[in-house]
Every structure is written in C-alpha cells, then in structure tokens.
C-alpha cells in the first residue's frame, strides 16, 4: 500500500535557523514525490517537485529511494516560512496524490 | 488565466441528506481530481475525472460519486451523508493525466454535518 509518514506535527525554530522536515513513503513502484506548502489563508500550492532538482525559496529536497524519505531543508529559515508542509506521492496513471498528514512550520523571531 | 474555483465556501447539512460540490478547472486543463481533507490530517484522493469519464477511484464508498462536463468543470456528490463526512473538500486540476504536471488546487468548500 502506499503512504506517506511526515513524523513531526509541528515543528518551530527560530530565524536563520536551518529547517528539516522530514517526509518518509512507502510504495513498490517508481516513486514521484513532492512538496505542497499551505500558507495562512491561502490554498495549498506546489513547493518542489523531486523531478525537477530545483531549489524553491531557498528549499531543497532529496529524494533517498534506499531511506525512503524526501526530507524538505532549509539552510536558513525565514519568518515567512511559517505554514503547514505537505510531502506527497504521485502513484499509478494520472498523477493521484497521496498525502502525509502535514507539519507545521513556526518561525520564531 | 483563471485559477481554479470551488462552490459553495461553506455548507452544513444534516445526516442522511445529499450535498453536491462544485468546481471550476483552471483554464486550459482537462483533468479533475477531488480530495477529502479531515481536520488535522492531509488531504485524501476521492477520485479523478479525464475528459468526462472517472478515472481512478481512492477508498470511497459509492455513495461518493461525481461528474465532470464538457468544459471540464466537475461536481462531487455526497448521497446518505455521515457524521464522518464533515470536512473540507478540495478540488484539483491539471493540464492533463498523461503529463504529470503540477495540481493546482482549490480553496476548498467545507461541509459540516450534522
């Protein structure tokens, strides 16, 4: 079956502090993983994409098939940071989604 | 270019009623998805709609059924509601099935039943 554990509800930190939040998945085919970011009053929207290997605000994510996991870092956090993050896992035919249960971010100034 | 709308924002109906959702693809993208969110947990695949025809179904019961029309907008309907079926309901698009692209997501409608 497929899953996606995000092991930490919150997570807070202060600014410039570096940020990890940790995504683990478990599926037996060719996994497609993302990031999904929710900011305050506003509608979740896609972060990164472990296809595309690029850095979105300062984030970067490694896809780590032997760990299973898609870690979310930053080396510096920034207040604007703070909102709830959503790894998920794109299985079978037409990119469905499945999602962890999501972790909040809190930077603290 | 327009971003995906969902209708109503707000909806409370009590058990056993039906509830139909509403949502608008953004324009350009012919593939539909519907997601449950439950408070505090992430949002779980109800189904998906390509060029009017399901495709692909998660862990539903039947009495969760949907439509999508020719100009790619879709509906979710709730027949028998449950207590358990208050949440928020997200609607998503994509340019199309085959191509992986990005889901940009609606604001969501919450339902409450009571």
């Known amino acids: 079956a497929q899953r996606v554990t995000q092991p930490e509800k919150l997570l807070s930190v202060f600014k410039g502090a570096p940020v990890e939040l940790k995504c683990n998945y478990s599926?037996?085919?060719?996994?497609?993983l993302f990031w999904y970011v929710q900011y305050s009053r506003q509608r979740l929207q896609l972060l990164l994409r472990?296809?595309s290997r690029e850095s979105i605000k300062g984030f970067t994510a490694d896809l780590n098939k032997g760990e299973t996991s898609f870690h979310l870092k930053k080396p510096f956090a920034q207040e604007e940071d703070s909102a709830m993050y959503y790894c998920?896992?794109?299985?079978?035919?037409?990119?469905?989604?499945?999602f962890g249960a999501g972790t909040i971010l809190r930077v603290k100034s | 270019e327009t971003g995906v709308t969902q209708s109503p924002t707000h909806l409370i109906k009590t058990r056993g009623q039906q509830v139909t959702l509403r949502c608008s693809s953004q324009?350009?993208?012919?593939?539909v998805s519907w997601y449950q969110q439950a408070l505090g947990q992430g949002p779980q695949f109800i189904f998906q709609?390509?060029?009017?025809?399901?495709?692909g179904r998660g862990n539903f019961p039947p009495r969760f059924s949907g439509l999508q029309f020719p100009n790619y907008s879709s509906e979710l309907n709730v027949n028998a509601l449950e207590l358990d079926d208050s949440a928020l309901y997200l609607c998503?698009?994509?340019?199309?099935?085959?191509?992986?692209?990005?889901?940009?997501f609606g604001p969501g409608t919450r339902l409450t039943v009571l």
């Open positions: 998503a698009s994509t340019r199309d099935r085959d191509l992986r692209d990005e889901q940009f």
């Open positions: 599926y037996s085919g060719s996994p497609e």
């Open positions: 472990h296809i």
């Open positions: 998920a896992l794109s299985v079978a035919y037409g990119n469905k989604l499945v």
């Open positions: 324009s350009g993208h012919n593939t």
């Open positions: 709609y390509y060029r009017e025809e399901e495709n």
